[in-house]
């Protein structure tokens, strides 16, 4: 299994940034892809998750308004759209991926990992 994250740059407060999450490898139906963060010296984050059958998406209160996630299952392709970003938003950011919609929100709880696509936010 591979996930590959991609999408990330330097951009301005107040921009916009799309990251991608290719996963190939096996088939996905009744799993939750998930996209995290880790800035340094901080705790891995939950940022989103998207179930792969039915689309049903779950972000915490902190992004809600302004990040967007999305699949597009004929290219096994997640999809996290950023807007408004701020300064605070820079991390690595990391798509992940487990079977069932348990515990979502925790890092642990995911089996596969991408590598990370980093993210920079300037003031």
């Known amino acids: 299994v591979q996930l590959q994250a991609s999408g990330g740059g330097l951009v301005q407060a107040g921009g916009s940034l799309r990251l991608s999450c290719a996963a190939s490898?096996?088939?996905?139906?009744?799993?939750?892809i998930g996209w995290f963060r880790q800035a340094p010296g901080n705790e891995r984050e939950f940022v989103a998750a998207?179930?792969?059958?039915?689309?049903?998406?779950y972000l915490p209160d902190s992004v809600k308004e302004r990040f967007t996630i999305s699949r597009d299952n004929a290219k096994n392709t997640v999809y996290l759209q950023m807007n408004s970003l701020k300064p605070e938003d820079t991390a690595v950011y990391y798509c992940?991926?487990?079977?069932?919609?348990?515990?979502?929100?925790?890092?642990?709880?995911?089996?596969?990992w991408g590598q990370g696509t980093l993210v920079t936010v300037s003031s």
């Open positions: 992940a991926a487990r079977f069932g919609v348990v515990d979502v929100t925790a890092p642990p709880s995911y089996t596969y």
């Open positions: 490898g096996r088939t996905f139906s009744d799993h939750i």
């Open positions: 998207i179930t792969w059958n039915r689309g049903i998406t």
